[in-house]
Each structure stands twice: as C-alpha cells, then as structure tokens.
C-alpha cells in the first residue's frame, strides 16, 4: 500500500508540473529593445553636451544607435490577444481552449501512461526482497562458474598476471580443485615474490593434493614460510601436524603448544587448533568442534588465510562426527558451520548424517530435524 501511495504522490507532482505553467499567464516586456535604444539616445546627447565626447563622434554613435532603433521596431513580433498592463506590460497567452485541452491530456494521459508502462515492464504482484535475505542466500553456483571461467580466460590471455593467480587460488580451494590450486600458487610467488603467506598457501593447497598428507614439498614451503616470517600459525599449523604424521605426537603437540601460547586474545583458529593438541594428547577430551561464531569470525580473515582455518575446523569436525556420532552438539556445529560457509548441500547431508547416527536416540533426533527446519534445509 505504501509503494502504490507514493507513485500516486509522484504522478500528482509531475500533473502539477504540467498545468502549473498553463495556470499563468505570459508576461513579456513590451518594446524592452526600443527603450534600451532610446535611453543610449539620450545619453549620447547627455556626453556631447558635458563635453565628454565629440560633435562627429556624437553624430556616428547616433546614427549606428537609430539604425539598430529601427530595426529592433521592425523585428518586433505580432503579440497574440494583447492586453494592456500596467507599467508597460502586455499580457500574452494561447487561446484559452488550447490550455484547456493541454491539462485536460496531462490530467487524463500521464496517469495511464505511467501506469501501463509500470504494468508493462515492472512486477507489482512479486513479493518484496529485503536486502538482508538476498545476502544470506548461498551464492549462485552459476554464477561462481561463470566468473571463474572470465578469470582462467584472461589468465590464458594474460599469464603474467600474479594477482589474478593470487585471487582464483582460494576458489580453486574451495572448489577442492587443489591441482588447480597448486599451479595458481606456484605462479603467484613466481610473478609476486615470496612471502610467508604465499610459501603457507603453496605448503596447503600441497597438502590439500596430496589428500591432507604433509608431503616433502609441502613441509618444504612451510619451513620457508616460517624462516620468512616466524609468527605464520598457518605453516606452524601445519608443520605440526607433519610432526604427528611422521609418527611424533609429543613433537606435535609441543609445537601446537607453543602456538596457542603466542595466539592473540580471541584468534579464531585457536579453538582448532586446541583440538588437535587434545586429540595427539591422551586423556584430554577433544572440544565440541567449532561454533558458528568461529566460523563466521574466521571468515572476516584475509583470503589467504581463511580457507585453510574454515576447511580444517569443519573437515575435522566432520571427520571426529563419523568416529563419535553420538554427540548431537557436534552435529548441531556441522549443520550451522556449512550454511555459515553457504553449503547448502553439505548442512542437508550433514542433517541426514546426523539422523542415522542418532536414529537410537528420538529427543537428539529431534533437535536435529528442528535446526534443520529453522535453516530451510527441509526438502
């Protein structure tokens, strides 16, 4: 009802905008250009006699000033339906059946028009789409597709182009095209230089490859990672985890240790971390995995750093709920984690997951199947 009141309000403003004009009555100044001439006459004659100008050049300016004189009274228009005014005015204006019929097509014409060109191209009948439902919608996959296809063409026209390897690298992640992944960072450092964030990516999307595996190389780009800068969580992170690996979980967890001592307050990444330090450490009760906080929190982190923190808390989350299903808690994080992450897919399999590990216990399937309704997961 508004929107319909304030087209209504915005149609009576362009009508008035229309017969305003109509409603008045033109004034022009009569012979305005005859008494500019005349006035230059008389002053003309007001130098000659102070002096201030010659009798020849009197007589020339006279004469140039009654030639423009006479032709200003020639070029004077006819004036239409005159009417004398005071103060020398004459007023002007069409026949009145003209104005008339002017109003009467402004009155009649604009409304329909503006409405049958609304009717036409607009959509009055669809719901409205507040802004806050439009982003929390999972992005197009489509459209992902498409964009990742524009870039990799002008990768193809452009292969020096560090920055574009640098940015299609973390969707490559995403998408676990890690081979792709692989080549995008190894092409960053080459055209950008090395950085210790760039060696830690080339270390995971290595990793991600070689299916979580720590290979030589990849232990390789994170030791560089680190002699470049020491404080990097993620290459630290990782070499960690290539410690427990190697069959060393006191190693490990000493190295995870000292990297949850040097985290700065609220660092999202440590409640992983503080995970896998309990799961290499007997007798310590791994945490319920990441929050939807956590999640939402990590994701505000550079692009470098973020997808390597929200897949490894998720993935192991995951990987912890296919050895331990009876933790509804634990499922609960999943579901909100993936729709957090906009996986749609992957929140509705973690759902029915969770339903068959819990299929024993009713009261926990049911906080199950009620997330799931509240996320639109359903169907």
């Known amino acids: 009802m508004t929107f319909w009141t304030i087209m209504a309000l915005m149609t009576a403003a362009a009508i008035f905008a229309v017969l305003w004009p109509l409603s008045r009555r033109n004034r022009i100044r009569g012979g305005s250009d005859i008494e500019v001439y005349r006035d230059q006459l008389d002053e003309i004659e007001r130098d000659r006699a102070a002096g201030l100008i010659g009798e020849p050049e009197a007589i020339a300016a006279r004469t140039e000033v009654s030639r423009r004189l006479i032709a200003a009274g020639d070029a004077a228009p006819p004036v239409e339906h005159p009417v004398e005014m005071s103060g020398g ?21 604009l409304p329909i028009g503006a409405a049958a060109l609304y009717l036409s191209v607009g959509a009055p009948m669809l719901p409205g789409q507040p802004h806050a439902e439009r982003t929390a919608r999972p992005p197009d996959q489509n459209s992902l597709a498409e964009m990742i296809a524009r870039v990799e ?11 574009g390897w640098e940015v299609i690298a973390p969707v490559y992640m995403r998408l676990g095209r890690f081979e792709d992944a692989v080549k995008a960072r190894q ?6 230089g090395p950085t ?6 080339l270390g995971e999307a290595l990793t991600g490859l070689a299916n979580g595996i720590v290979s030589a190389e990849a232990k390789a780009a994170f030791e560089r990672a680190v002699a ?12 960690g985890l290539a410690l427990e690996q190697d069959g060393r979980p006191k190693e490990a967890a000493a190295a995870w240790r000292s990297l949850l001592a040097q985290a700065p307050p ?16 007997p007798g310590v009760a791994p945490p319920p995995g990441p929050s ?4 939402a929190t990590a994701s505000e982190m550079p692009a470098d750093q973020r997808a390597a923190m929200i897949a490894g808390m998720v993935e192991r989350l995951a990987d912890r709920l296919k050895r ?11 579901m909100r984690a993936y729709m957090v992450l906009g996986d749609r897919d992957k929140a509705r399999a973690a759902a029915g997951d969770a339903r068959r590990a819990l299929a024993s216990e009713p009261d926990k399937v049911r906080q199950v199947e009620e997330l799931a309704k509240g996320l639109g997961l359903e169907g």
């Open 153 to 163: 063409q002008r990768l193809e026209q452009h292969p020096e182009d560090g920055t």
């Open 187 to 192: 092409n960053a450092l080459r055209l950008l």
């Open 266 to 281: 609220g660092a999202p990444w440590a409640a992983f971390v503080r995970e896998q330090l309990a799961r290499v450490e």
């Open 324 to 334: 331990e299903g009876s933790d509804v808690e634990g499922w609960l994080r999943l």
């Open 228 to 239: 470049l800068d020491a404080s990097d969580f993620k290459a630290r992170y990782f070499l």
């Open 89 to 109: 005015t004459i007023a002007t204006g069409a026949p009145l059946w003209r104005r008339r019929a002017t109003a009467l097509a402004a009155l009649v014409l």
């Open 292 to 295: 939807a906080e956590d999640v």
């Open 196 to 201: 210790a964030a760039r060696e830690a990516d």
